[in-house]
């Protein structure tokens, strides 16, 4: 049996994780196949997660308790590398643009956490699990109906296809796997395709220092009239994971 999996963003990864954990893989091919040129997954890159600069792609994620539950129950060790990798939250303090603050919210129960993480750095730390050989470097343009069998065939951007028996759709906000799905001609109009609402998002990495008076464990959103500011932590130092490392977003 083939499984295909489009995207290797943190879900495709997982789901990759997940099927591993569960025992599907065995006697199973799974292929992800990710659009994007690898990074540099050697060891070297992996211990250096303090590498935050301008290529690194979607700056700062935060990952919910629901999401620690979830990579806990994948893998403990996993789980533990990313708490170190990132910064644990432990509080949202909401504020006006004129400095008032207006709630102080904590991320919950003591076992409530919320980590902060640089969305490559948790890529990465997902990547350096999956075989290299499980993930293919290519983009799929469409999935049609196989000629015969009806299962599922990818088709890729140098026009080459695919029969595989299973798809799994993990190619974010522009997928072309589920246009595939609604037999839709255009990426961008389709019923369920992305609309856009007019919120743009700019997100980026400063050092820590930068960061005068800000508690460690605290997430900080300012409101303004047409839009908010929104700054913490995103790194630890070697001492715990709320200590401040050196990046911020
Ligand atoms: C500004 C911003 C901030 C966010 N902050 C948070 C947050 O703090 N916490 C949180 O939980 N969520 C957050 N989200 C939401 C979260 O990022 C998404 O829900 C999640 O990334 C969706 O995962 P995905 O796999 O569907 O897509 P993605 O993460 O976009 O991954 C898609 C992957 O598929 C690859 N791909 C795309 N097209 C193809 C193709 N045709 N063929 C092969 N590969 C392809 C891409 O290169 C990519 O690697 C945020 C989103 C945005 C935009």
Partial sequence: MKIAIIGGGIPGLSQYLFLQKVGL????????????????HSAAAAADFGT?????IGASIGLSSTGLRVLKRLDIELHD???????????????????WTLANLPVGGDDERM??????????ILRNRVPDEAVVRRKVIDVSLAEGNNGPRLVFQDQTTE???????????????RRA?????DLNQYEFSPLYEGLVGVGGFVP??????TPEGEMNVVLGANGFFGYGYTTVNAQGSSKAGDTAV
């Avoid at 990313?82 to 004129?98: D, E, K, N, P, Q």
């Avoid at 799905?181 to 001609?185: I, L, S």
């Avoid at 820590?208 to 008076?213: E, I, P, V």
């Fill in 181 to 185: 799905m609604f037999r839709a001609q």
């Fill in 52 to 56: 935050y600069n301008s290529s690194v």
């Fill in 25 to 40: 893989l065995r006697g199973r091919s799974v292929t992800i196949y990710e659009a994007r040129e690898a990074q540099d």
């Fill in 115 to 124: 980590v902060m993480i640089g969305r490559e750095v948790c890529c990465q």
């Fill in 81 to 99: 590398e990313i708490l170190r990798a990132g910064h644990v939250i432990r509080t949202w303090r909401m504020s006006s643009a004129r400095g």
């Fill in 163 to 177: 029969e595989v028996d299973f798809v799994i759709v993990c190619d974010g906000i522009w997928s072309r796997a």
């Fill in 208 to 213: 820590s220092s930068k960061l005068q008076g």
